[in-house]
Structures are given as C-alpha cells and as structure tokens.
C-alpha cells in the first residue's frame, strides 16, 4: 500500500533522516555485526525517497545496492538522491514480494536485504519476508527496522497514515516469522513501548541432514 501525503511528509524530512542517520544506522550497524564485506550485493525494499539507499552505501558499505519502491514517484526521487553513484545502485519500480520481476533475482542473490520500514505497508507481509529470505545467500542478513501493530494502532496513526488493516504484526509476531523462512534473528530491540522494532537475522545454510 502506497503513502499517503502526510506519511510521505514525515518520512522524507531533515528530522526524520537526522534520526536514521545518527540512532538508526548506528544501532542496526552493531545489530548486523558492523559493515558489509567488501564486494556485498545487497537488495532494499520499499527504498522510498533513497535516503536509506546512500546508507547502506555509505555506512553499511556495500559495493552494490538493488532498490525497489512500488510508487513510481519515490523512485524518481531515489533517482535523483542518486546521481552521484553511477554503477552502483540499480533502482526499480516494483513489488517486494517479487525481487525476481523487478531485478530477475535469483535464489541466493544477495549478500544483505534491508527493510527500513516497509513491510507493515505489505497486506501480505509474510510473503515479502518469504521473499527477501529467498534472495539471501547462505549467511547473508537482514536488516530490518520496522513499525508494529502496537504503533498503527495509535490513534495519531490510524487519523494521519493509511496502511493495511487487518494482520498486522506486533514485534514477537515479526520475530517469530523470520526462523520460518530460514532467518535466525542474531539481535532485536523495541523502542517507544514496542511501537517500532530494529534488529538483524541471518540465513541459514539449508539443513543437508
Ligand atoms: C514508510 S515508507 C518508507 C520509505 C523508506 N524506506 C524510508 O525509510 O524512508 C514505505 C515505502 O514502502 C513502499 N511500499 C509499499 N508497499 C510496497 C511493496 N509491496 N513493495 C515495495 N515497496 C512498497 C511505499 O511506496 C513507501 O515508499
């Protein structure tokens, strides 16, 4: 489901970058186990207006970044915040329930996946969980930092934002989702009375027992 105008407002502004760039990043960097390894492919989700995009090149370090937004409009501002990495980012109009029609994604693909708040816009969010688990190599991680049920279901949320109604996920519900698809969480926090959750997981290698 796309953002209406007040969400893009509040997601796209100095404040809301100042807090990814100097709490967010900083956590989900130590959740992850620190910088990619030099070469990483990774893959973002719903990258928006491509802030989160420059930080997974900048801070996270990965040498290549597939980007995806289901609003054309986001990725032609990712586009633009963009410029200035030929080569390096590959943007797409898309679904991430399907990294294979937007990018022809492969199983095993990717290094690292990044949601930066987007699967609770996915009205079947567990496929999109399915998905990134699907792309990631063996030992790749996840990087996630996401809004819960308890959040959307605030009053000052469901007057200002729009998101999918039904099934949305508390922070357990999210955890509890990622060992299904071969993900082992490696560390998770919750702020704000669990409104949002920040964590990291890694794939398993497939069980050869
Ligand atoms: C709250 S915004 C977050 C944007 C960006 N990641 C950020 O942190 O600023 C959610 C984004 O997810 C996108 N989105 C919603 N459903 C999607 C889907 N199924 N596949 C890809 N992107 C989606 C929206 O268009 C929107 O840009």
Redesign the pocket.
Known sequence: ???NRT?KAA??NPA?RAL?RFYEVPALLRLAGGPLPPGARAV??????G??TRMILDRFRAAKVDA????PA?VIKARRRLTDRPGRVRLAV????DLKAAFGAEGGTYDAAF????IH??PDWRS?VAEIARVLKPGGVFVF?E?TAHALARPSYRKLFEHPEHDRFTAQEFLAELPRHGLAVTGAFTRISGDYLLGAARKQAPDRG
Not at 44 to 49: L, M, Q, R, T, Y
Not at 94 to 97: I, L, M, S
Request: hydrophobic share 45%; with cysteine.
């Open positions: 489901m796309l953002m969400e997601v796209d809301r990814q973002e989700v719903g990258c928006g207006s802030y989160g995806l937004d289901l609003d986001m898309g679904d991430a329930t949601d930066f708040a987007i816009h996915i999109a930092d809004v």
